[in-house]
């Protein structure tokens, strides 16, 4: 059972690693995790056999031990696309940077990753989809034009911060024409664990990323150890082109890079990081489902301690059943990626074919409506996720 919580986990929780600080000066390090939007009655196939009732039991034992109790949303205000087809599984991923711990209710934070996780039932495909956390957007409770990081929060009438991850799923819903219906969000605090509890990860990397990754470790060492409190080493890595291993520490700055310190290396801006935490994600999916059961026994464990999320335990075990009777495990070593990957916005400014614009001033990225940017991103979603697009209001 717990490996199939594992596997979930690692499919939801493993998208976080790109929420930083703005400041790469300091290791401000916290973690989004994405939800996974799931209708029991009419996503889940009627012929798909049920979990046995012991693995039933054991997942509600891993998770009431940690004292998880699902959120709730109100659905009838998600702005959700009714038009969508039902055999895909869209999961929104939310990355917060809160600087505590634990994931505090109220604590303020924004949700610098957000990611869309969709899963086919027919085909057993994995797609995974960022939209830059600078994206302007309209927040569907305020009407205001605001970067879709700050819709994870709101401000009541004292001024006083309220977690709000219902206007997060609404506002993509909106925008982008959607059905998501649930989400996670992990706090970074405990990405570094799970990579850790799963034994680290192998990764390519350039000459500049290890450089990066060295400086920042060695940099910030003693908010580290405080941080974390494992006392555990981190040896340097080569400064070269090539796969090396990283610890959970290690692999969390990859995805935090954004800008190099030496002006000998260019990281790409939050462009690159959002690859870089795609890359993670699929990479660390490829290692669990290499693993057996007894080498994922503590990540469960450790994973609920970090997240929140509106899904029940039988949402969790439908979907996980689901990916694992897909055949994913029988890809393994048959692709070098096991997730197909898409980014808001799209194109490229060295293609001629972007459909933004970017103010270096204030950070923020523009799609227009007046010239159909913006709905070139709308269809180019729906594309690559259901091969067309289906309008909200046909």
């Known amino acids: 059972m717990k490996r199939l919580l594992s596997l979930l986990l690692v499919l939801a929780l493993a998208l976080p690693f790109a929420a930083f600080a703005e400041n790469d000066e300091e290791l401000d390090i916290e973690v989004i995790v994405e939800d996974v939007d799931l209708d029991e009655t009419d996503s889940v196939p009627a012929d798909a056999a049920p979990l046995p009732p012991e693995l039933q039991a054991e997942l509600a034992s891993s998770l009431e031990s940690k004292d998880y109790v699902p959120t709730a949303l109100d659905n009838n205000n998600l702005y959700i696309n009714p038009n969508l087809p039902g055999n895909v599984i869209n999961i929104l991923l939310l990355g917060v940077d809160t600087r505590n711990a634990e994931l505090i209710e109220n604590d303020v934070k924004l949700a610098d990753v957000q990611m869309i996780l969709s899963y086919n039932y027919d085909t057993g495909a994995i797609k995974l989809s960022s939209i830059l956390r600078d994206t302007l957007v309209v927040n569907p409770n305020t009407g205001k034009n605001r970067p879709i990081n700050e819709s994870y929060q709101s401000y009541d009438a004292k001024n006083i911060f309220h977690d709000n991850p219902q206007r997060s799923v609404a506002t993509v819903n909106y925008n982008f024409e959607m059905n998501i219906q649930y989400y996670v969000t992990i706090n970074?605090?405990?990405v570094a664990a799970i990579i850790d509890t799963i034994g680290g990860v192998d990764v390519d990397l350039t000459k500049g990323e290890a450089w990066n990754i060295n400086y920042y470790i060695k940099k910030n060492g003693s908010r580290i150890g405080r941080t974390y409190g494992t006392g555990q080493s981190h040896p340097a890595l080569e400064v070269k082109d090539g796969v090396q291993h990283l610890d959970g520490i290690q692999a969390l700055m990859y995805a935090r890079l954004r800008k190099s310190l030496s002006p000998k290396y260019d990281m790409g801006g939050d462009w690159q990081r959002t690859v870089r935490t795609r890359?993670?994600?699929?990479?660390?999916?490829?290692k669990v489902l290499k693993m057996g059961a007894m080498d994922l026994l503590d990540?469960?464990?450790?994973?609920?301690?970090?997240?929140?999320?509106?899904?029940?335990v039988n949402t969790m075990a439908d979907l996980v059943l689901q990916v694992l009777r897909s055949g994913i495990t029988e890809k393994l070593g048959k692709s070098d990626s096991l997730i197909e990957q898409f980014r808001i916005p799209m194109g490229d400014a060295e293609t001629g074919d972007k459909t933004w614009s970017y103010d270096p001033d204030s950070g923020k990225i523009f799609m227009s409506r007046n010239n159909g940017n913006f709905q070139k991103n709308i269809e180019g979603l729906h594309e690559f996720i259901y091969g067309k697009y289906y309008p909200a209001n046909p």
Do not use: C, K, R
């Open 188 to 190: 970074f605090h405990g």
């Open 279 to 286: 890359h993670l994600m699929d990479l660390l999916l490829q």
């Open 299 to 312: 990540l469960v464990g450790t994973a609920v301690e970090y997240i929140n999320s509106n899904m029940n």
